[in-house]
């Protein structure tokens, strides 16, 4: 789960002086990094920072690593998606082959949009800003399938589902939705990645230690309740 987000960079500061504060909180912002992937004179000094950040952050986790188990169920995301913007992307990549990473799965988060236009009338608390934020996930993630194919780092592909209704996941929309993704699995034969949020955060002594507001938001929010329960019900 790698971040770009969240809390302080494992890199020195000075060579990750564009993703962070003087502090070493990570600041960059998902449409800065999406700009600095289209300008050239940019990118190249994102994309070295970026690597090294990433490589530094399995360099911590290689620990765990040397359990034969583990290393065969490798999979490769990031905090709110980042991985997906085109300059993280590759920064991604290379740093996997330069720690020789063999990553069992890449999360490519593009959703088939038309099976919730199927059962739109059944689900609840389906927010504009996710129908935007799929729509933008769904074309970086053609750009990743172009780029390096539909099994990157020989990373078997998988569908998707959990932006649609990031932050409500309930058991009536995941009920709703559930029977045609598995379908659409089975058809293509493919596994299926759905994206819960179940973990709440209430010790104000740990939210202290988050610092992005809008994670401290998330986290307190009574949809991580409801999701829980939804991974309850599905197990029953």
Do not use: W
Not at 179 to 200: I, R, S, T, Y
């Amino acid at each position: 789960h790698l971040n770009l987000v969240e809390g302080k960079a494992l890199s020195p500061l000075h060579k990750v002086s564009s993703l962070t504060d003087a502090d070493g909180i990570f600041r960059p912002s998902f449409g800065k990094l999406l700009l600095v992937s289209c300008a050239p004179v940019l990118r190249g000094r994102f994309l070295r920072q970026i690597r090294t950040e990433f490589r530094h952050q399995i360099r911590r986790c290689k620990p765990y690593f040397e359990d034969p188990t583990f290393c065969q169920q490798i999979r490769l995301d990031s905090h709110v998606h980042f991985h997906m913007i085109p300059v993280v992307f590759d920064a991604m990549i290379q740093a996997a082959k330069l720690e020789d990473l063999h990553p069992s799965y890449i999360r490519i988060p593009k959703e088939p949009v038309f099976l919730y236009l199927k059962h739109l009338p059944c689900l609840e608390h389906v927010r504009p800003v996710n129908s935007l934020k799929v729509l933008i996930l769904n074309l970086l993630a053609l750009r990743a399938r172009l780029r390096y194919g539909s099994t990157p780092l020989g990373a078997a592909p998988a569908l998707f589902s959990g932006v649609m209704l990031s932050g409500y996941m309930s058991k009536k929309n995941v009920r709703a939705i559930l029977p045609d993704f598995l379908a659409l699995c089975k058809k293509k034969n493919q596994g299926l990645e759905m994206l819960f949020h179940p973990g709440a955060v209430c010790s104000e002594a740990e939210l202290s230690q988050v610092t992005s507001a809008d994670d401290k938001t998330f986290f307190t929010d009574a949809g991580r309740s409801e999701e829980a329960e939804a991974l309850i019900a599905l197990k029953k």
